[in-house]
Antibody, heavy 123, light 108 residues
Framework: EAHLVESGGGLVQPGGSLRLSCVTS????????MSWVRQTPGKGLEWVSD????????YYADSVKGRFTVSRDNSENALYLQMNSLRAEDTALYYC????????????????WGRGTMVTVSS | EVVMTQSPATLSVSPGERATLSCRAS??????LAWYQQQPGQAPRLLIY???TRAAGIPARFSGRGSGTEFSLTISSLQSEDFAVYFC??????????FGQGTRLEIK
């Protein structure tokens, strides 16, 4: 059974940076694309970013493009999200999520999620 | 991007009864549609993918149907643990995948 654990969230001032991590186990990490999804009470669930199995291809929501960078270390079974120039509207619970299908085309359902890490952007 | 609209926002049903939740896409998503259940304080849990395929370990009382722009999730006989928030998600027109705003299923 897949297990995902996020960390790195916290309180940061507008314009600041944070780096989120997601450590995984229980599946062959390098065979799956991975995503970051965030959740707020007001906007619900919002996909943030996706990275291909190899890490070669990355994708971003328009709301974070140019500010966030997704990466992965397949030797460490870990996923990362570097968040720069943070805004109040980035305040959310950030989940890492595993694509349902191994080696599939981009865009998929998510069959495993972590418990999330909270990011609060406020002065 | 594809806008997903769920209805109703809140559904009140008695335990043991059937519940049907709806999800509409602003344009066709073929059958690239998933349903998730979220309990308070927990991450979403995949129930259904490809519009009608139950995910691993999901009880048979959960069923999904639909294609194109109209989808539904039916829970045939509600158990106490089924009262939660349900989200639909399309992954046909990507990026981005998009989610509905959720339906809260509450005990009547």
């Amino acid at each position: 059974e897949a297990h995902l654990v996020e960390s790195g969230g916290g309180l940061v001032q507008p314009g600041g940076s944070l780096r989120l991590s997601c450590v995984t186990s229980g599946f062959t990490f390098g065979n799956y694309a991975m995503s970051w999804v965030r959740q707020t009470p007001g906007k619900g669930l919002e996909w943030v970013s996706d990275i291909s199995e190899s890490g070669f291809n990355t994708y971003y929501a328009d709301s974070v493009k140019g500010r966030f960078t997704v990466s992965r270390d397949n030797s460490e079974n870990a996923l990362y999200l570097q968040m720069n120039s943070l805004r109040a509207e980035d305040t959310a619970l950030y989940y890492c999520a595993k694509d349902l299908s191994a080696g599939g085309v981009p865009g998929d359902a998510f069959d495993s999620w972590g418990r999330g890490t909270m990011v609060t952007v406020s002065s | 991007e594809v806008v997903m609209t769920q209805s109703p926002a809140t559904l009140s049903v008695s335990p043991g009864e059937r519940a049907t939740l709806s999800c509409r896409a602003s344009q066709t998503v073929n059958t690239d549609l998933a349903w998730y259940q979220q309990q308070p304080g927990q991450a979403p849990r995949l129930l259904i993918y490809a519009a009608s395929t139950r995910a691993a370990g999901i009880p048979a009382r959960f069923s999904g149907r639909g294609s194109g722009t109209e989808f539904s999730l039916t829970i045939s006989s509600l158990q106490s643990e089924d009262f939660a928030v349900y989200f639909c998600q399309q992954y046909y027109d990507w990026p981005p995948v998009t989610f509905g705003q959720g339906t809260r299923l509450e005990i009547k």
